[in-house]
């Protein structure tokens, strides 16, 4: 059984955040646990009102779950604080956890900002050189490297600067490309391309946290990063091709979609 732990914040309509995490480690076949470091008022419309966990219990969950279950890989979404960063790039360290993915969560689907802006510098010079990969979105991808990023050449610009931050790999998604959605991947070698049609859908709430959560889980099944990449693409397709309109707003993607790739 591979294991897969999330930290992250909880979105109380489920659709993101800790509760999309471990919809999609488990669409993945894999056991899903998780560290929860901010709680979220949160529906379809918007975020209400967050409240940051304390840094001892954030601390607690980590160990809790580290010294008895273990992880074969950890992902990484919500880091509200600099120091709820920093605490997360210590308990990696002391854990020696190698397959690590961060997904660099700052704004929600709604527009709410979810990363306060003096956790910047210790995203950057803290977590990032621990991750294995990162998976920023067009938006997250120039918060990180201070440049515009609104076309396929600015995305391979971006990978590189964030690249410089010290992660393995960096992957800045397209989703927000007009035309196709195209994911490019910087191995600090070479850039690899992966492409899918746009879906045409409103509801696209948690795409980012189920993305990043269910390429830890392939890597934690020991595929080689393209192939994770792949797979992630194809399961995310799907779960956007087949969304739930649920709310009155952007709804979620369905973590377990009909004729879901095994």
Known sequence: MKKVMTIAGSDSGAGAGIQADLKAIAAMGAYGTSAITSITAQNTLGVQNVFNLPLTIIADQIEAILDDIGAHAVKTGMLATGDI??????????YNIKLLVVDPVMVSTSGDVLLQQDALDNLKNCL???AYITTPNMREAEV??????????????????IYSFGPKNV????????GEAIDVLYNGKEFKYFKNPKVDTKNTHGTGCTFAAALA?????????????????????????????VGQGAGPVNHFWKGQIE
């Open 85 to 94: 960063i920093s605490l997360v790039a210590d308990k990696v360290k002391k």
């Open 128 to 130: 990032l050189p621990l």
């Open 144 to 161: 990180l490297s201070g440049q515009p990023v609104t076309t396929l050449s600015e995305m391979k610009e971006a990978a590189k600067k």
């Open 171 to 178: 992957v800045v998604k397209g989703g927000h490309l007009e």
């Open 217 to 245: 889980a392939n890597l934690a099944f020991g595929f080689e990063v393209e192939k994770a990449l792949q797979k992630t693409k194809e399961y995310i397709t799907g779960a956007l091709k087949d969304s739930l309109d």
